[in-house]
């Protein structure tokens, strides 16, 4: 399953093991859904050891049904387990989970199982993007989604900007707007400012202060010209969207 390792070397075979542990998954097996639904509520469980030791059950259970072919079981448990093991995808898990939750998607959605990796959302498909490159099983994972899928649209959740860094503070950023290649963030003390991200490096271009109190939402014009903005202090702003001189239109 990992790349740099030979599952196939003989130091890392153990036959009586391997014959007790089908032993014990076929008695599983046996038990059928209401084993599942059991795994299903430990791996949605808050306490992170007792999720993680249901992630390990569940991946050890799908090569146990993966040996047995095509079979009903094996589909229900697709049915009830995959949404919540798809969450330990995410790249914010360790990586020993990511790479135990892949092993469970490959397993449960062979088969008939299979379209179910159309309902994969494109967050879970980057998380496989970006296993691809310690197993094999994400990499064929995401061929047959984008087999299936080959039409949309690619969205990295990974952030190539970090705009506030080495910025005066303004305290909490409470609205923000994008419109070609401007930026427009509102903080929490009723600045606003304007970047232009279309560079390598996002630079200001604008910083007003005409709000009192927190900027809470922005709307553009359907011309794109004049950019209105809203705040805590009841009032509502307009200016043009590039450099954003403000004036009150209105108070409640």
């Not at 400012?193 to 359907?222: M, N, P, Y």
Request: hydrophobic share 40%; net charge positive; with cysteine.
């Amino acid at each position: 399953m990992i790349r740099s390792i030979d599952w196939q070397d003989a130091c890392l075979q153990d036959t009586e093991i391997s014959s007790w542990s089908n032993k014990f998954a076929r008695a599983i097996i046996g038990i059928g859904v209401p084993f599942i639904s059991a795994l299903a509520k430990g791996l949605q469980s808050k306490v992170k050891g007792t999720s993680h030791d249901c992630l390990v059950c569940a991946a050890w259970l799908a090569s146990e049904l993966a040996s047995l072919g095509e079979n009903d079981i094996r589909y229900y448990a697709c049915e009830i387990l995959l949404l919540d093991i798809v969450h330990h995808l995410h790249p914010g898990c360790e990586l020993d989970e990511r790479v135990l939750a892949c092993m469970c998607v490959y397993n449960y959605t062979s088969g008939k199982g299979k379209q179910k990796l159309m309902s994969l959302s494109e967050g879970s498909r980057e998380s496989l993007r970006r296993l691809s490159s310690f197993t094999w099983m994400a990499e064929e994972l995401l061929q047959v989604t984008d087999y299936y899928l080959p039409r949309k649209p690619r969205v990295s959740c990974v952030h190539t900007q970090i705009l506030e860094i080495g910025q005066p503070g303004n305290g909490a950023a409470t609205a923000i707007t994008f419109f070609r290649g401007q930026l427009f963030v509102g903080y929490f003390n009723g600045t606003i400012r304007a970047w232009d991200i279309r560079g390598q490096r996002a630079v200001i271009i604008r910083e007003v202060k005409e709000h009192k109190k927190a900027v809470t939402c922005f709307a553009l014009s359907e011309t794109g010209q004049n950019l209105l903005s809203g705040s805590a202090d009841k009032s509502i702003r307009v200016g043009t969207a590039i450099n954003h001189k403000g004036k009150v239109i209105t108070n409640y």
